[in-house]
């Protein structure tokens, strides 16, 4: 079982940028994709970034292209996710979960995954 605690979250004004992080421990073979998603109240939980294990392939949400970053650094079994030009839009819950075991083409679904973070608050004002 792998526990990931994200970190990072906070208060920012439209067009600034935060650094969110995740940190895995626990069964940590470091050979699984990574993804961020994020949740607004009365909203479905949406799919932002992916990454597989080496950091060479990612995917990202539509809302998020060219301004979010996923990446991470295995040595310290930690993703991150770099976010600029933040929009009020972008304010919700954002989890960090990993998807233990899976190979092939990168997850997207929430089901795809089987270990979660307890999110951290990204909150975008006008």
């Known amino acids: 079982q792998v526990q990931l605690v994200e970190s990072g979250g906070g208060s920012v004004q439209a067009g600034g940028s935060l650094r969110l992080s995740c940190v895995a421990s626990?069964?940590?073979?470091?050979?699984?994709?990574m993804g961020w998603f994020r949740q607004a109240p009365g909203k479905e939980r949406e799919f932002v970034a992916v990454?597989?294990?080496?950091?060479?392939?990612?995917v990202y949400g539509d809302s998020v292209k060219g301004r979010f970053t996923i990446s991470r650094d295995n040595a310290k079994n930690t993703v991150y996710l770099q976010m600029n030009s933040l929009k009020p839009e972008d304010t919700a819950l954002y989890y960090c979960?990993?998807?233990?075991?899976?190979?092939?083409?990168?997850?997207?679904?929430?089901?795809?995954?089987?270990?979660w973070g307890q999110g951290t608050q990204v909150t975008v004002s006008s």
């Open positions: 990454i597989d294990w080496s950091g060479s392939s990612t």
């Open positions: 626990g069964r940590t073979s470091r050979t699984f994709p």
């Open positions: 979960a990993a998807a233990f075991g899976r190979v092939g083409v990168l997850p997207m679904l929430p089901s795809d995954f089987n270990s």
